[in-house]
C-alpha cells in the first residue's frame, strides 16, 4: 500500500461534526478505578482522507475502513495467506476466469439489511459502470490497479477491465467472471478496496455521485458521513475541528463481538507528541514508532509490536526527466554510490536490510541472483566519466512532513543519500514539498523531477503487487517505455500455473535490475505501539491490525 498519489488536491463534502469528548472522558474516569475501561484512543500520523474505502489509498482511511468493513476474503492474522472473509470459500473453474464464491449467511449491514450474493453484486457493478470522475486514477487508485479499466472507458489510455460480470446464483453463491486469467485473483480480493458496502445505503446517500473538476473533487455524502459495512465496528462520527474520529462495537456482528466499545482515532501528526501522549496516558497506541523508540518505549513496559518487513523503500530515477539519465551507466553509477548499509544500520530499525529487489525476500519470485550494485564510490565515478556525465547536476525531490513504514524520517535519508552522491561528483538540487499533494504530484506525475524516494507496502503476498505495481506500464514516475518489459509482465500475470508463474517473476526480477529504472534501498519492520495495559491485537506485514481483538488488562 503506497499513500494516495493526487494529481490533485481533494475537496471533501462538509462532514458532520459530532462531539467525542464523552467518549474520551469515560475511558480517563476507567482509569481512576471505575468500570472496566471500554474506549481506546489510538494516535494517527494523518486525517484519513475519505471514508468509502473504494475511493481510499492513503493508510490512515484504510485503517478505519478495515474495522468497519469487510471483504469477500481476507489476510490470515498476522500473515499474507488468503483467508476466508464474507465468503467460506472460493474455487475457479477449469479455464480459471470463473470464480464461485459461498457466501456467509445470517450477516447483516449496520443499517440492518441482509448481506447476500446480490449485495456482492451491487457492489461489483457499481464498481465497474463507474463513470466521469469515478474514473479518474485519483478515485479509484485500487480498482484501476487491479482490474484495469472499466465497462465503458471514458479514457481511451486506460485498458481494458479484467472483471467481466457477477453472477447472483442464489442468495450466498455467487459467480465473479473475468476476462483472462489472472495472478491477481483471488488475493487482490483483500484489499480494503473491495470491501462490500450495504446496496440500500449507497442509493441512499448518493455514493456515486463523485462531483466537482478534477482540480476540485467532491466526495458524495456517504464517503464522508455514511460509511455502511458488515464489520465488528460502525461508524460513530467525524470531528473534523477536533480531528477525531470515533467507531464503536457492532452489536449485532455476526462473528466475534469487539471486546472494546468505542475506538477513537486521534491525529497527532508530530511523532514525539504521539508519544508523549502515549506516556501521559492521554492515547492507548499509535503508529509508526521511530525506530530509536522501539527499545526505550519495550523498556518503559509498552506493548511494542514489529511488524514483518513486507515493504520496499526505493529511489526512482526519471528517465525523461534529464537526457543523461535515460544512459545506463548513469544509472548504475547512483546505484553504485549509495551506501545502503550505511543508512540501514543507522536510520532503520532492528532488522532492517539493504534490498535486492523491488520485493521482500518473502514473497515467491523474489530472485537472489539478480545484478547486484555494491557500494563503490570508485566505480560510479569510473561510470559518470565513461558516460561524460562526471558533472552531472540531478534536482532530488524529498518529502516533508510525512512518515512512512519504509521511511522512518525523510530528511534524514535524503540527507544520507546526497552525501553519497556528492561524494562521487554528482550535484544535488534538493527540492523539499510537502507529502500530499505537492511531493505526491511532483514525483508521480511530470517529468521535472530527476530523483526521489518513495516506497510500497505489501497489499497482498504476490510479486506482481509490487514489481507490476511499479513497472508493467509506462508511468511518468520512472519515464521509460519497454513493451518487452510489459509483455513479460503479462505474460507472467495470465500463466494459471503458480510453479511457472513464479520462475517467470523470478525472471521479470533479474529483468527489472538489469534495466534499473531505480534502486531498491531497503527493507525495514515497522512498529506499533500500544499501552502498558493493552492487549489482545497481532501484528500484520499488511498493516491490517484487527482492533475488534483489543482489550485492557482487567
Not at 131 to 144: C, E, F, H, I, R
Not at 261 to 286: H, M, P, V
Not at 327 to 346: F, G, M, P
Not at 362 to 370: A, C, L, R
Amino acid at each position: 500500500m503506497r499513500a494516495p498519489r493526487p494529481k490533485v488536491a481533494v475537496a471533501a463534502v462538509a462532514v458532520a461534526a459530532l462531539a467525542v469528548a464523552g467518549c474520551a472522558e469515560s475511558n480517563r474516569d476507567d482509569n481512576s478505578g471505575g468500570s472496566k475501561k471500554d474506549t481506546m484512543v489510538f494516535g494517527v500520523a494523518g486525517d484519513p482522507k475519505v471514508l468509502d474505502p473504494s475511493f481510499a489509498s492513503d493508510g490512515e482511511s484504510l485503517r478505519v475502513a478495515r474495522q468497519v468493513f469487510e471483504t469477500l476474503v481476507r489476510p490470515e492474522e498476522g500473515g499474507t495467506k488468503v483467508t476466508p472473509g464474507l465468503a467460506e470459500s472460493w474455487t475457479p473453474d477449469a479455464a480459471g476466469t470463473t470464480w464461485t464464491f459461498k457466501l456467509r449467511s445470517g450477516v447483516k449491514f449496520h443499517d440492518g439489511t441482509d448481506f447476500n450474493a446480490e449485495a456482492v453484486c451491487a457492489n461489483f457493478d457499481r464498481w465497474y459502470n463507474a463513470k466521469g470522475l469515478m474514473q479518474s486514477p485519483d478515485v479509484t487508485a485500487y480498482w484501476q490497479d487491479v482490474m484495469g479499466g472499466f465497462a465503458k472507458n471514458e479514457d481511451p489510455e486506460l485498458p481494458p477491465s479484467l472483471f467481466k460480470s457477477c453472477t447472483a446464483k442464489d442468495a450466498t453463491t455467487v459467480d465473479l467472471t473475468f476476462t483472462r486469467v489472472s495472478s491477481k485473483i483471488p488475493a487482490a480480493l483483500m484489499l480494503p478496496s473491495f470491501s462490500i458496502h450495504s446496496p440500500k445505503a449507497l442509493q441512499q446517500y448518493d455514493a456515486s455521485n463523485v462531483g466537482g473538476t478534477a482540480e476540485d473533487i467532491k466526495y458524495p455524502p456517504y464517503a464522508m458521513e455514511h460509511p455502511t459495512g458488515t464489520g465488528p465496528f460502525k461508524f460513530k462520527s467525524w470531528d473534523v475541528a477536533n480531528k477525531t474520529l470515533t467507531i464503536e462495537r457492532n452489536d449485532e456482528y455476526s462473528g466475534t463481538k469487539a471486546k472494546l466499545k468505542t475506538i477513537i482515532f486521534k491525529t497527532i501528526s508530530d511523532e514525539n507528541a504521539r508519544k508523549q501522549a502515549l506516556r501521559s496516558g492521554d492515547i492507548q497506541g499509535y503508529d509508526l514508532v521511530g525506530p530509536a523508540d522501539v527499545e526505550p518505549l519495550k523498556t518503559e513496559g509498552f506493548n511494542v509490536l514489529t511488524r514483518p518487513a513486507f515493504n520496499i523503500l526505493y529511489l526512482a530515477i526519471n528517465q525523461k526527466g534529464n537526457p543523461k539519465l535515460a544512459d545506463l551507466k548513469v544509472r548504475q553509477a547512483i546505484a553504485h554510490a549509495l551506501n545502503r548499509q550505511a543508512l540501514v544500520d543507522s536510520k532503520l530499525p532492528p532488522g532492517a536490510k539493504v534490498a535486492l529487489n523491488f520485493m521482500p525476500d518473502t514473497v515467491e519470485g523474489w530472485n537472489g541472483e539478480v545484478t547486484k550494485y555494491d557500494y563503490n564510490p570508485e566505480k560510479a565515478k569510473a561510470l559518470l566519466a565513461e558516460a561524460g556525465a562526471s558533472n552531472l547536476t540531478l534536482r532530488f525531490h524529498y518529502p516533508t512532513e510525512v512518515t512512512r513504514p519504509y521511511m522512518p524520517n525523510p530528511k534524514d535519508i535524503f540527507e544520507l543519500l546526497s552525501a553519497d552522491l556528492k561524494a562521487v561528483g554528482i550535484n544535488v538540487e534538493a527540492i523539499p514539498l510537502k507529502w500530499s499533494p505537492d511531493y505526491l504530484n511532483a514525483t508521480t506525475s511530470g517529468s521535472k523531477h530527476d530523483l526521489h524516494f518513495l516506497g510500497w507496502t505489501g497489499d497482498y503476498g504476490d510479486a506482481y503487487n509490487f514489481i507490476g505495481t511499479f513497472f508493467d506500464r509506462p508511468k511518468d514516475e520512472w519515464g521509460f517505455n519497454n513493451a518487452q518489459l510489459f509483455a513479460q509482465f503479462k505474460d507472467a500475470d495470465t500463466t494459471a500455473d503458480q510453479a511457472a508463474r513464479v520462475e517467470k517473476y523470478k525472471a521479470l526480477n533479474k529483468a527489472v535490475m538489469d534495466l534499473l529504472p531505480g534502486v531498491p534501498i531497503s527493507h525495514s519492520p515497522p512498529a506499533i505501539v500500544f499501552g502498558k495495559d493493552v492487549t489482545g491485537i497481532k501484528a500484520s506485514p499488511l498493516t491490517d491490525e484487527r482492533y475488534a481483538t483489543a482489550e485492557f488488562k482487567s
